[in-house]
């Protein structure tokens, strides 16, 4: 269950805000916008993980550390795209349905491969398919029936996704691809990512046994994620369903929409669950990209794409330009300060993700950098923290100022009172 | 931190012109200095005698002192279950509340650090200069109870000299954390300018409150949520779809099978908070039939509880008991209906977020 914080703007609020405020800015126009930057950015996610599948099919033809770590790139390079698209994901429900299939996380990597138990554990009170270890074992035992899992392709894997109710069992989508480039990351809160031979994908020199599995595992996974990237495109186009409701729809509540998926990552995802839980526990498992040290840039570019979500402007992969009239046009209209104090406050988080970018492009990684006693490394995420929740707090007041009624923003346990929690 | 974002831009001040506003200062005052401020009290004092009976047991281990220890657990949780409802305040700062129990622990965190750091034997790591910096799910009580009755860990308590030695180090730190987080609560709510002194001069405009109704609202859905989180997360979350579906694993104390006594504790504090506090609210109102539907519906869902024929985690496995406990959650459900439509309205509060949609 996901909490939620409701946002209302007070009668005062409403009556203040006044009816003539509206001038020039067309609501329909700012959904257009909103509409085809999404596209774009699905579509930059598609052409990004296309390209991720021909690293993959040149690593798994002639495995070695070039063809892996060319696949690891182009990896990173597809988180790019994608991220700056969670602003989407909140707030449009099928965008939020679709989510778990391609960025599902954390996740029990112990599910699909061998992983060392001195760091990992061997058993779970929530997971009991923990170490269950797919790729080494034909039959499956799931939620007390035997599966037959002889066959490693897409249907298995969408099969076992969430296997047994448990949101942590995840065989699909960025993360498990993920896994399987890199690895479990065995180094804690020590520098180092994890660690995988290519020789794990080399079916002539098998090291980590099954490696015919473990190759029909990461090449349907790849091709999973291309699959459900296209949904997603098809859905934001001309003639999406996605694109067809928000405009069709009322513009109020649209326009609601875009407020919602914006707090809601900066708050309850971004800052509380992604950041804030992790740095509590001083946790590596709690990094959202562990297995690749990829986390600076994931945190980065869920920022960014906020910012351009509220600005109307997307950079494309090709370099092109997507802009229109946005968010931030509408709220200068009516209130220009505040269009102003909204800027400073998700520059002032692109800045302070900055700082952890240039830090772990500088050796210290993420997980090191929340680690417990790295007061230095803590605080600069904290600061991180501190800035999603300010720009969260000018976005209430952008509900009030547009007068949207109630809003509802994700919350997160690590943020808010730990005792009403959510499942 | 939710609850004052929200409330900044709620406010309904204007949505229920005809209704006197309620006098919110006694419920503010009462409340801070009865269940608050004593919950504290209580807690610290059961965590000074838990890090005695560490003590004991250091000084001289057998199984007779042991127990001691594990009675000593027994007594600190009940005196955080007390208090668990209160979500704001001095709690939140440095990570107080989820130092003293992080829970729930989904990918379970405590064990995994917990485990890693016996592996290593990092005793220092729980020294009191070191704990405030170390990770939230290795201080505080889950990480007792996994030391005291994990099945893999109870029995190195008297293994032999060493472990015992290494054992009574990780003890020792957290018991000593216990104590002084509960004194940090106890100093921060009672010292002059502190929290209850806060609370009484909102009306001065200096507090980060905008008005008492404000910290009335935080007080009240404090209340709520903890309501919510017995029915949802302490209960639904591990009793599942039916007993063949429940995971008793889930559930708040499963290790020292003290799950259905912390629903009791928590029921306790909430009913002695309706009763000292929102009761004279409402009375003050003309609405005395509410109080007491609220305290007999809490008196209910305590009733329901004292069915409970074994521990909940055992009752969870079979289907009577799953019955029973299913029972206790449609009776706790009810006490949170009643603040949320009858006397939210009365008091005009408002319940500020929900927790509704699964996923």
């Given amino acids: 269950m996901k909490r939620m914080m409701m946002v209302a703007a007070s009668a005062a609020v409403l009556l203040a805000a006044g009816p003539a405020a509206a001038a020039g800015v067309d609501k329909k126009a700012v959904l257009s916008t909103y509409a085809d930057i999404a596209h774009a950015k699905y579509e930059d996610s598609l052409v990004a993980a296309k390209t991720l599948k021909v690293a993959v099919d040149a690593l798994v033809a002639a495995p070695s550390a070039e063809t892996l770590a060319a696949a690891k790139a182009a990896w990173v390079a597809a988180r790019v795209p994608y991220q700056q698209s969670e602003a989407f994901r909140f707030g449009n429900a099928a965008v939020d349905e679709w989510e778990g299939k391609v960025n599902a996380w954390p996740l029990d990597e112990g599910l699909i491969d061998y992983v060392n138990p001195d760091t990992y554990g061997t058993e779970s009170g929530e997971n009991p398919l923990y170490t269950a270890n797919i790729i080494a074992h034909p039959k499956l035992k799931v939620a007390g029936k035997s599966l037959n899992a002889s066959k490693v392709d897409k249907k298995l894997l969408e099969k076992l996704h969430e296997a047994g109710g448990v949101e942590a069992n995840v065989t699909t989508g960025y993360h498990a691809i993920e896994f399987m480039l890199w690895g479990q990351d065995t180094n804690g809160t020590g520098p180092g990512a994890g660690n995988r031979p290519a020789s794990d994908f080399d079916t002539k020199n098998c090291t980590g046994g099954n490696c015919d599995r473990r190759v029909a595992f990461l090449v349907a996974a790849t091709d999973l994620l291309v699959d459900d990237l296209k949904t997603m495109v098809d859905g934001w186009g001309a003639k999406g369903k996605i694109r067809a409701k928000l405009l069709k729809g009322k513009p109020d509540a649209g326009i609601a929409t875009i407020v919602t998926g914006l707090g809601s990552l900066s708050y309850g995802e971004l800052a509380g669950e992604r950041m804030k839980l992790g740095l509590m526990l001083h946790d590596p498992e709690e990094e959202h990209d562990c297995f690749s040290d990829n986390t600076h840039n994931s945190h980065f570019y869920d920022a960014k794409g906020i910012q351009n979500v509220y600005l109307g402007q997307y950079t494309r992969i090709d370099g092109t330009q997507v802009k229109g009239p946005s968010l931030s046009d509408l709220i200068a209209a009516k209130d220009a300060t505040l269009d102003a104090d909204m800027k400073a406050k998700l520059e002032a988080t692109m800045t302070a993700m900055g700082v952890l970018v240039k830090t772990a492009e500088s050796g210290e990684s993420y997980d090191q950098m929340i680690g417990a006693e790295n007061a230095p490394g803590n605080a600069k995420v904290q600061a991180a923290i501190d800035a999603l929740v300010a720009q969260t707090r000018s976005l209430e007041k952008a509900v009030a100022v547009l007068a949207l009624g109630e809003v509802k923003f994700e919350g997160s346990d690590s943020l808010d009172n730990p005792t009403a929690v959510g499942k | ?359």
């Avoid at chain 2, 054992?167 to 010292?191: D, M």
């Avoid at chain 2, 909102?202 to 507090?207: E, H, L, M, V």
């Fill in chain 2, 1 to 359: 931190m939710r609850l004052p974002l929200l409330l900044v831009v709620t406010g309904l001040a204007l949505a229920s012109p005809a209704l006197a506003a309620p006098d919110y200062r006694p419920l503010l005052n009462q409340t801070a200095a009865g269940p608050i401020l004593g919950g504290y009290k209580s807690f610290q004092a059961s965590a000074a005698r838990l890090e005695q009976s560490v003590q004991g047991f250091c000084a001289a281990p057998d199984n007779a002192a042991l127990d001691r220890v594990k009675a000593g657990f027994v007594a600190a949780l009940a005196g955080w279950q007390k208090v668990q409802w209160v979500g704001y305040g001095p709690v939140e700062a440095f990570h107080r509340g989820q130092r003293v129990q992080f829970w729930p622990d989904k990918k379970n965190a405590g064990d995994r650090q917990m485990l890693a750091l016996i592996k290593d034997r990092k005793a220092d790591a729980l020294e009191a200069h070191r704990i405030p910096f170390a990770s939230v799910a290795i201080q505080g009580l889950p990480a007792l109870e996994m030391l005291l009755y994990a099945d893999s860990q109870a029995g190195k308590l008297l293994a032999n000299p060493e472990e015992t030695a290494f054992r009574c180090q990780l003890l020792s730190g957290i018991a000593n954390n216990l104590h002084r987080i509960g004194g940090e609560l106890v100093s921060e709510w009672e010292k002059p300018g502190g929290t209850i002194d806060m609370l009484k001069s909102i009306d001065s405009g200096a507090t980060p409150y905008a008005d008492n109704r404000q910290a009335a609202s935080q007080l009240f859905n404090a209340l709520h949520g903890q309501l919510t989180a017995i029915a949802e997360v302490k209960l639904s979350y591990a009793l599942g779809a039916s007993a063949e579906d429940a995971r008793p694993s889930r559930a708040e104390s499963w290790r020292s099978q003290q799950s259905a006594a912390n629903i009791v504790h928590n029921l306790e504090a909430l009913r002695e908070t309706f009763a000292i506090g929102l009761a004279p609210l409402l009375s003050s109102v003309g609405k005395t039939d509410q109080a007491d539907k609220l305290i007999r519906a809490a008196d209910d869902s305590l009733a329901a509880l004292a069915q409970l024929m074994a521990p909940m985690e055992v009752e969870m496995t079979h289907a009577e008991g799953w019955k029973r406990l299913n029972v206790v959650k449609a009776k706790v459900k009810a006490v949170a209906q009643i603040l949320e439509t009858d006397i939210a309205n009365s008091l005009d509060l408002q319940v500020g977020f929900n927790a509704l949609d699964g996923d």
